[in-house]
């Protein structure tokens, strides 16, 4: 311990520094110049008494041969030393939080993981020769400001990337997959941050790329290819929008047959049953900051007909029909909100009713959504609003008779229960024109 000075050399060439029962202290108040060992347990601290605010710094850590746990705190991970600069586990996995008060200036190399729990944050950027490579990453990194060098892990993305501001190009992120729960999150300061570097997810030789240059499914922020394609997670500019190609069923505003809803068990709270539900998600992860977040409008589709005249009762318009629906946004990083039917007065699920056309639209209070951006840098409420709705399901189409197929069952029903096919509001010749080009008569 330096608690008022520097510390140039803690090494164990051969051996190890600490163990998994014994975790030591390497403090100093200016500087921390060299760790060196086959394995490392230790909390590495030069910051103490306050800390030098012009040096600070931790030059070079390295376990050669097996993990490194515990912490490092900085100001910078930077320096000049007789050997290369930098945080260095070639062997193993980094089992340590990393707290730098300024920036990240030298090299992190892991060809382990960075575990789920431990989180490495810096306040300012990363720059110079502060690139990151990793095996894997299920915990967090966190860099307030942009990044300025590249972030590469060649396998699995299940946690977090974290960029306050900006990708800018040509600095990018590369990751092998992007599993479920894992979320790369742009602009998490909510300010003027942008992506323009491009985000790289896949093996060699299929590689997805994303940024703003390319054609969809790929151009950023708004990209169209499903979650799915990246191994299950999701790349988010905030305020994150909705991604209506993801969404189950999806966004269809210019119609499509689409007769099928996820099926999901609900929670305990809401009855615990499986039903038939709306999947809406989007493209990072989303919280419910006071209930009821979604106006949910209902119209009919096709309209039975009494004699020559509509029947009693029916419309084309938008109606109003929240109340008939649960909604469920879980929160705690999901990027999803799901919406069914209420159950019936006997506690039974209720289908969708497959003659209505449904739009959901978010719910304001001053301006400020209910549905908020989560997990991002900002520290005060309300926190970044949700954007891209309305979220528009149009089941039907030209399938009237739901058998998946446009034919001439379809202009059959339509003569018995004409039906707004082409979404005008109105139900005229134009549906039954449109009806018969589709089917090919």
Known sequence: MAANGAIDFVQAPNGAIGSSTSTVNIWAKTAIQRVDARQIWANIDARRNGGDPANSQVWRVSATNGDFTGSINARRLDGSTNATPGLFVPNGNLNADITLTDALRRPISVSGSLPNG??????????????????????????????????????????????????????????????GTGQIIVNATNTTGTWTGPVTVGPSGSQIVLDDGASQPYQAPYYAALSSTLGGGSVGLVPYGLHKEDCEPSHAPDGGPNLYWASKTWPQSFGGQTRETFVIKHYGPVFAASSGPYLIERRKFAIAMCGSEPCAGQDLVWVDRTTMFDVYAPGSGSRE????MKNDGQGNPVEVDKNHAYRFSLVADSGVTRLQSDQTLVTTTPKPTVVGYPYEVKPLFFDLNQNLVADLGDIEMWMEEPADVDYSGQIDTEDLIRLIEVVGM
């Open 118 to 179: 431990r989180v490495i944050s810096m306040v300012r950027s990363i720059g110079d020769n502060g690139i990151m490579n990793f095996g894997s990453v299920a915990g967090r990194i966190e860099v307030t400001q942009s990044i300025n060098r590249s972030i590469t892990v060649a396998g699995a993305l299940t946690g977090q990337i974290v960029i306050g501001e900006s990708i800018p190009n040509p600095y990018g992120i590369t990751v092998g997959s992007i599993g």
């Open 337 to 340: 909100v799901w919406v069914a």
